[in-house]
Each structure stands twice: as C-alpha cells, then as structure tokens.
C-alpha cells in the first residue's frame, strides 16, 4: 500500500518518533524509506548558530579582509550545520537498514514545506511522514507550520505524527533524544 | 507502537481509506475502530422542510423527515456493518460506532476518549476558498487531533463508494430494504 515512504526529519527531539513510526509503517508494508532533511535558515532549528541566522545571505564589507574572514566563517558555520543534519540522516539510515528495510537519504536547501512536497512529487512517494509540533493559534501564525503547508500541498498521503513541544530544550537534550 | 486504529468512514470515503486502514491494522495488529458521523455536512443528509413566511411545520413534512432522517441513520450503520465484516474477514479485530455532532470534533474527541493511536481520516480536496467556506474536517481533525494523524489522499484512479453503488451491493446482499416507498416515486418538493 504505502511501498515508498518519505519521511521529513528535522533538528529536533520530535525527529525521533517521525522516524519509529515510520519505520513500522515501512516494516508493517515492507516499504522503503526515504529520509529528507530540508536546509533552510528560517527555520525554528536550535541547531542553527546566531551568526547563521544574523547574516541570512553571505557578508558584505568595504574591507576585503574582512569579507572574506567573515565567509570563511559563514561557510564553517554552514558546513557544520549541515554535517549535523547529515550525522542524524546517517544515524536513522544506519537503525532502519539494521531493522532491514531499504533506506536512501538525502538533504536539500530550500523552503522545508514546498521543497517536501515536490521532492515527494518528483520520487513518487506514496505517503509522506511528518511531525506536528502542535503550535497554535497565533504561534502558528507567526512561526509558520511546515505541517501545515504539506499537508494543504502534498500530492500523496500524509501521516502526521504527533509530537508535543518540549520546554526549554537545550542542543544535548535535544541531542540525547534523538541519538537515544 | 500502533494498538488502537481509528478510521473517520463516510459515503464519499474512499475505498483506499479502507483498504490502508486494514492491511495496516494487519501488519500491526492493531484494533479498528470505524466511525461514522452524521452530520449535516454529508450530502446525503435529509433536508427539514420548511418554509420561511410560513414557520408551522406540517406533520406530513415532518413524518417524512424522520422517515429519511431513519433511513439515512440506517444506511451509515449498514454502510459500516459492511466495511467492519471485511475488515473481520481479513482478520482484523473491528468495532464501529456511530455519532451524531460536528464531525471534526467528534472524531478528536472518540480518538482520546477510545485512547486511539492513529487517526485515519480522507481528504475532500477542497482548496482555497471552497476549504474556508465548506470547512474541512481534516483540516479540523490535524489541528486538534491528540495523536499521531493519516491523511489519505485520493489518487484520481481509485475507487470510491458512491450511495448508488452501495445500494446496488446491498440491494444484492439484502431481501428486505427498509420500507420507503412513501417518497420514492414522488418529487421531494411536492407536499
């Protein structure tokens, strides 16, 4: 029924059940699993340092020397952010071939809902697997919900996995419960 | 991880609804649980008639719209008694049940009364301006809803139950329908 499941992972505690209920999804149907996480710097990530989110695009300075130190430091940034989603692409791919399931991952830039929606589009995926953070109201207004737009969007079904925002959530917590 | 499977059914519903409901609940074990609301949303609810410059009710138009009120009731439970003996044939321990309400609210609030883990709901595919003003249930049900949600969308070639249908299977499986001949053969607005 659901052979080619795609599953959007992001840099957050929630990952972690996005990604068993998928697996039991994709072992309940012997689908495979496509794992995507979506680069992009509006997003509400923790992972994302202040100075990513300070210059948006890349600096621009009078100096020379100082330009080019200040992007040096942006691409260090980028690339470490980057290598972060990567690490927990490899570490669910690494878990869900162990559990014997077919798994490709990959890692896009780009504005998180349409870039899921066409990416869905474009490998024919048969259902999309996606956390609701569960902001609203005016948050959601305001934050945008990435849900939200698959859900209104997507060319396929879509299991949301309900997944309750934690207070106060600091880079290891966070850390901790995805690696747990 | 998924014990407790709720399924949102309604006439329109799709058959891949089903379909994915039980071959999931199978590979999980899981329980179903189907569930219809009436509610006025679905096309096939009766219309009271009544007449704006004249509000007395006669008591023909009512008998007539508690004789389609019943038999609408009737045709949702007979709809899920079908759905629910496949579901059993395929071995999937199934219940349903059948609400009267907002339908949005009353599938969240049977998801964390039953402590279900996965709702099942279809998507009617209404955009823009047709969603805010036809109102989506499952628009309602991913905002409100207290566990993990299913949204099956309709490929264009699958294959929906429509009423017709449904009669016709019914009218196969079942000698005796339930006695309408009252306003079978005349037009609904000629009292």
């Keep these: 029924m659901f052979n080619k499941i795609l599953v959007a992972i992001d840099y957050s505690p929630g990952s972690k059940q996005v990604f068993d209920q998928a697996l039991s999804l994709a072992k309940a149907d012997q689908g495979n699993l496509i794992l995507l ?15 990513l989110r300070q210059r948006k695009d890349h600096c621009i300075h009078v ?4 330009m080019r130190r200040a992007n040096e430091v942006y691409d260090q940034e980028w690339f470490a952010w980057k290598q972060q989603g990567i690490r927990i692409l490899r570490h669910f791919t690494e878990q869900a071939i162990a559990g014997g399931i077919s798994t490709e991952f990959s890692q896009i830039t780009g504005h998180p809902g349409s870039t899921i929606c066409e990416f869905a589009h474009s490998c024919h995926a048969n259902v999309i697997v996606i956390g609701r953070s569960g902001h609203s109201g005016l948050k959601e207004m305001f934050l945008g919900s990435v849900s939200n737009y698959v859900i209104h969007y997507a060319p396929c079904s879509i299991l949301l996995v309900h997944t309750p925002v934690l207070k106060s959530t600091s880079p290891q917590s966070i850390e901790k419960q995805i690696y747990a | 991880m998924i014990d407790k499977i709720l399924v949102a059914a309604d006439y329109q519903a799709n058959k891949l609804i089903f379909d994915s409901a039980i071959s999931l609940a199978k590979a999980t074990k899981a329980d179903l649980m189907l569930l ?6 679905e096309p096939s609810f009766p219309i009271m008639l009544n007449y704006a410059d004249h509000p007395v009710l006669s008591d023909y138009d009512y008998e007539l719209y508690k004789k389609r009120y019943e038999d609408y009731k009737h045709r949702g439970i007979k709809f899920l008694q079908a759905r629910a003996k496949e579901a059993r044939l395929a071995g999937v321990n199934t219940e349903f049940i059948q609400l009267t309400g907002n339908p949005g609210r009353e599938i969240c609030q049977l998801a964390s009364n039953w402590s279900a883990d996965l709702i099942l ?61 009252l306003m079978s053969n005349e037009p609904f607005f000629g009292s």
């Design chain 1, 37 to 51: 996480h979506v680069l992009s710097i509006e997003e509400d990530d923790p992972a994302i340092t202040p100075y």
């Design chain 1, 63 to 66: 100096d020379s020397r100082i």
């Design chain 2, 36 to 41: 219809h609301v009436l509610g006025e949303d």
């Design chain 2, 121 to 181: 709901v279809g998507s009617r595919g209404l955009k823009g301006l047709k969603e805010i003003f036809l109102g989506s249930v499952s628009n309602y049900v991913t905002h409100n809803a207290p566990c993990s949600v299913l949204i099956v969308r309709n490929d264009s070639d699958s294959v929906s139950y429509s009423l017709d249908s449904f009669d016709q299977e019914e009218a196969q499986n079942v000698p005796e329908s339930p006695q309408h001949g």
